[in-house]
């Protein structure tokens, strides 16, 4: 979990915003908990937007407005209905902690075509190699500025590339830094987890925008 410090607070048009004292990786639609900061803006909430310029308000058809001539960095904003509260200095903090579940255990032990009993060492391995890898999937897409749900995959491309890097995490058990573990006198093939097609299904690296 990431947590972030606020330095100041405002509120307009039932929107809050929160700057915070340092870049983050928060992205829109995805849940923080602000605490420390006052009654009116702690909660849990969903992003709505990240501005990067003073909010002014909102107009007769609901878009949000901004003075292109204030830039302010590390903003947080979300929906709140509360009074209006000037830009003031602020303390408290922002917790992050983003848990994506595109693929699941049965789906990993599926891909693997293993019979693996539960419990036993090895699911609870499936386990960690599904959370690390939805995680880790989840965070090079959000690197290369897509914004995916955390609970839904974006597609079967997404959903194969994350599987794909899931059971690479797996099979790696009791390997040696960059090679798989063996037994036998021929050696060992490198161990490469983010191969190039599973690059490819998730779309990375490239930007998702130009």
Do not use: H
Not at 174 to 186: I, K, R
Not at 193 to 202: D, G, M, N
């Amino acid at each position: 979990m990431a947590t972030y410090t606020v330095t100041n607070k405002y509120l307009i048009d039932n929107y809050a915003v929160l700057q915070l004292l340092t870049p983050n990786e928060i992205a829109v639609t995805e849940s923080i908990v602000v605490s420390g900061v006052d009654a009116t803006f702690n909660g849990t909430y969903s992003v709505f937007a990240l501005p990067q310029y003073l909010f002014t308000g909102v107009d007769n058809e609901g878009d949000l407005l901004y003075d292109f001539n204030v830039p302010i960095a590390n903003q947080v904003l979300y929906a709140k209905t509360a009074t209006n509260v000037d830009r003031v200095a602020a303390t408290g903090q922002i917790a992050y902690n983003p848990v994506c579940t595109w693929v699941t255990a049965a789906q990993l032990v599926t891909y693997l075509g293993v019979a693996i009993s539960n419990p036993s060492d090895d699911y609870t391995l499936i386990t960690q190699a599904v959370s690390a890898g939805n995680n880790f999937c989840y965070r090079r897409r959000q690197e290369s500025s897509y914004v995916d749900s955390l609970t839904t995959s974006p597609g079967g491309d997404v959903t194969l590339g994350t599987l794909m890097y899931c059971a690479a995490l797996w099979r790696s058990r009791g390997s040696l830094e960059n090679t798989f573990a063996a037994f036998d006198g021929m050696g060992t093939a490198p161990q490469q987890s983010l191969t190039p097609i599973v690059k490819q299904l998730l779309g990375i690296n490239r930007p998702a925008c130009a």
